[in-house]
């Protein structure tokens, strides 16, 4: 049964609509009468209605802001507008969200409200049987990638025949009909992905990824895109000859990261081979890659440089008698002192020697991953399992030393920081809260956090201070700042390590907000405690 919401600050006309709504039976049930814009806000929220019929003149946020907010939590939901004589010049607005209706209140008949509702009924139930179809064809989508990786596996495979594995191609829209083979991959920084998303995000970041190389694939260059597991985003071109110029595949893999930037806001590289093969020898340049994504590890311009030729080094220490003993004691107390400040010495300590020795990445990675481990046992924390494919998967030592560092600080901050009480508090509240306590070092604005929760920034930002009563920067500094108190009690703790640590530019800074939420300067407050321990 689909269901109905009405809106209206005139009581008297609420009622009346809701009379009309029973008398003319089109089976909608009623979830909701709101008779202001923030009770329709939350009855909104908490019952999703198919269909909204709304009053336009609401004093507060308006009929038309409140549809907007609508459309962005459920974009399929119908509007039919109800309004007075003098506010017909808001018809157009009305229009421009799609409104299947707009009805003056003095003339509102039972067979006007039932035409306007059919009408919204027959839209959304269209709309529905969009949706079904286009989720029907992603369905579709996601299992020819399957069939694709089916395809690439077979393709490697010694002793594959080559008719039928162009034949299976053909089936899957992969036509190759020139003789010789380049290969490459595109590899996502996942240190730069887990910034902005969570770990339970990547597959689906890197899926959203290949979409963009399958857009890309249709252009003139002949070149497939396969998602895979331990390779990214893999390539493969088929040319017309060994001496073929590399531009095309250069471009698409520069075009391919510039547009992981620009639409998912996530850091991407790309590596090739210079080899030219056949259809036949397209595994030995595919496992030549596999073994040689980690020989750019200590390069120093790879900011600067989008694609790069792979080529075979074997120019890495693959002993060392240091094991990051001495890290390890950093970790330690970072855990005793309380101190975050220990946790990049360490990881910057031991990736320094790293380099300067060019050791094995593939061991330079395990013993990050060690300090993850150490710091978990000691700790009695949680790590994210899916730390540790990606730190293994990591091609340069910048990128295993970020993700490694945030791990670390997620630890830290399970052992070390006090939990801000959540009993009796709004439960979108503590979603909020817990978003910021896994980025307690970062300064978050209220458009990081609405991009978070995908909503309108600006809706946001007047929705959260009707949440909360205050504005989301003073919720963030408050909570910050109550943070800060209890880090502060702790008898060794300094003032610079608190700001470090709670992602302030600087101590000054860090102070002035302190003592705007406070009441109190930093040090003014360490004082006074010390004095009140002492009694």
């Known amino acids: 049964m689909m269901t109905i919401m009405l809106i209206d600050d005139d009581v008297p006309m609420l009622e009346y609509v809701a009379y009309l709504l029973e008398?003319?039976?089109l089976g909608l049930k009623l979830v909701a009468s709101a008779s202001s814009s923030g009770q329709a806000l939350e009855d909104f929220h908490e019952t999703l209605p198919d269909l909204v019929v709304i009053d336009i003149g609401l004093p507060g946020m308006d009929g038309l802001e409140l549809a907007e907010a609508f459309r962005i939590t459920k974009p399929e939901v119908r509007l039919i507008f109800l309004t007075c004589y003098e506010d017909f010049q808001y018809s157009k607005r009305a229009?421009?969200?799609?409104?299947?209706?707009?009805?003056?209140?003095?003339e509102l008949s039972p067979e006007q409200l039932k035409a306007s509702l059919s009408k919204a009924v027959s839209r959304f139930r269209s709309r529905e049987e969009l949706l079904e179809r286009y989720s029907f064809r992603q369905a579709i989508e996601r299992n020819k990638e399957v069939l694709r990786q089916s395809f690439l596996k077979q393709l490697l495979s010694p002793g594959s025949d080559t008719d039928q594995m162009l034949l299976l191609g053909e089936r899957l829209g992969i036509s190759w009909k020139l003789p010789y083979f380049r290969q490459g991959f595109i590899h996502i920084d996942a240190a730069a992905l887990t910034e902005r998303y969570g770990y339970g995000d990547v597959p689906l970041i890197h899926f959203a990824a290949n979409n963009i190389a399958m857009e890309l694939s249709e252009g003139p260059a002949a070149i497939t895109p396969i998602l895979t597991e331990e390779m990214g985003i893999y390539l493969i071109w088929n040319v017309s000859a060994p001496d073929a110029s590399y531009q095309p595949l250069l471009d698409f893999m520069e075009s391919l990261c510039e547009k992981a930037e620009q639409y998912l806001k996530i850091k991407a590289r790309g590596f090739y081979s210079t080899r030219t093969v056949l259809l036949q020898q397209l595994d030995t340049v595919y496992k030549t890659l596999g073994e040689c994504r980690d020989d750019g590890f200590y390069e120093t311009d790879r900011d600067t440089e989008a694609v790069t030729a792979v080529e075979p080094r074997a120019d890495f220490l693959q002993t060392t008698e240091r094991r990051g003993d001495k890290e390890r004691a950093m970790l330690s107390l970072a855990l005793e002192e309380g101190n975050a400040a220990w946790i990049d010495m360490a990881v910057n300590s031991w990736t320094q020697h790293a380099a300067s020795e060019r050791l094995l990445p593939r061991q330079v990675k395990e013993i990050c991953g060690n300090f993850v481990r150490q710091m978990a046992f000691e700790s009695n924390g949680v790590i994210d399992s899916s730390?540790?494919?990606?730190?293994g998967q990591a091609v340069h030592i910048d990128e295993a030393a970020r993700l490694t560092k945030r791990e670390l600080r997620n630890l830290w901050r399970q052992h070390t920081l006090a939990p801000v009480p959540v009993q009796g508090k709004d439960i979108r509240l503590q979603a909020i809260d817990q978003f910021l306590d896994e980025h307690a070092d970062q300064m978050i604005t209220s458009l990081d956090?609405?991009?978070?929760?995908?909503?309108?920034?600006?809706?946001?930002?007047?929705?959260?201070?009707?949440?909360?009563?205050?504005?989301?920067?003073?919720?963030?500094n408050q909570y910050k700042i109550n943070m800060a108190i209890a880090m502060l009690s702790r008898r060794n703790e300094t003032v610079e390590n608190v700001a470090y640590t709670l992602g302030f530019s600087d101590r000054a800074y860090f102070s002035k907000v302190f003592k705007k939420y406070s009441g109190k300067s930093p040090s003014e407050y360490k004082i006074s405690f010390c004095n009140e321990a002492e009694e």
Request: glycine content about 2%; aromatic content about 22%.
């Open 23 to 25: 008398s003319i039976d």
């Open 95 to 106: 229009f421009q969200l799609e409104a299947d209706d707009y009805l003056i209140k003095d």
């Open 387 to 391: 730390f540790f494919l990606w730190l």
């Open 449 to 476: 956090m609405a991009e978070h929760l995908h909503l309108n920034a600006s809706y946001f930002s007047r929705y959260f201070k009707k949440l909360a009563g205050v504005n989301f920067t003073d919720y963030v």
